[in-house]
Antibody
Framework: EIQLQESGPGLVKPSQSLSLTCSVT?????????WSWIRKFPGNKMEWMGY???????NYNPSLKIRISITRDTSKNQFFLQLNSVTTEDTATYYC???????WGQGVMVTVSS | DVVMTQTPPSLSVAIGQSVSISCKSS???????????LHWLLQSPGQSPKLLIY???NLGSGVPDRFSGTGSQKDFTLKISRVEAEDLGVYYC?????????FGSGTKLEIK
């Protein structure tokens, strides 16, 4: 069974960097598919942030492009999100997912606050 | 960006009723390969989103056939026949045809 699990700090100070890890079990991230980061803001708004493909190429939402980086560690079957210079507007629940929906992590709530 | 307009924002229905949710896109969602990458997700309370329908009309794994998706080009509908208590939550349409991928604003389904 494919499972994704996010991990990382739940509280980040403004202007600092947000770093999250997605650990994947049951499927090798280099075998196929794109591996996404998606966030849900307080309320219902969902935003696709970007993905890293099975080959290692990346695509980012242009609204985040100068702040976001998605990388991976294939030896650990993990991929990562780094979002720099965060503000309170980055407070959200962050999800990793395979592609655009078949498999999601449980989400990690991140609050940006001093 | 492709704008996904989802209506209604909320629904309150009795068990056993049928409901429909509309999703309209600002551009055609037919990709160059001929497929339409319009999906429907359900986020139940306290859970992560779950794929209900992919590519307009295909049921996700384990999804009951009370759920159905129809539509083409820019106009799509999710129908739930015989609503059950477990169907409550927030429904989203999402398009993965055009970069950047975009979501509808969500429809909150409540049970009367």
């Amino acid at each position: 069974e494919i499972q994704l699990q996010e991990s990382g700090p739940g509280l980040v100070k403004p202007s600092q960097s947000l770093s999250l890890t997605c650990s994947v079990t049951g499927y090798t991230i280099t075998s196929g598919y794109d591996w996404s980061w998606i966030r849900k803001f307080p309320g219902n708004k969902m935003e696709w942030m970007g993905y890293i493909s099975n080959s290692g190429s990346t695509n980012y939402n242009p609204s985040l492009k100068i702040r976001i980086s998605i990388t991976r560690d294939t030896s650990k079957n993990q991929f990562f999100l780094q979002l720099n210079s965060v503000t309170t507007e980055d407070t959200a629940t962050y999800y990793c997912a395979r592609g655009m929906g078949a498999y999601w992590g449980q989400g990690v709530m991140v609050t940006v606050s001093s | 960006d492709v704008v996904m307009t989802q209506t209604p924002p909320s629904l309150s229905v009795a068990i056993g009723q049928s409901v429909s949710i509309s999703c309209k896109s600002s551009q055609s969602l037919v990709y160059s390969d001929g497929k339409t990458y319009l999906h429907w997700l359900l986020q139940s309370p306290g859970q992560s989103p779950k794929l209900l329908i992919y590519q307009v009309s295909n049921l996700g794994s384990g999804v009951p056939d009370r759920f159905s998706g129809t539509g083409s080009q820019k106009d799509f509908t999710l129908k739930i026949s015989r609503v059950e208590a477990e169907d409550l939550g927030v429904y989203y349409c999402v398009q993965a045809t055009h970069f950047i991928f975009t979501f509808g604003s969500g429809t909150k389904l409540e049970i009367k």
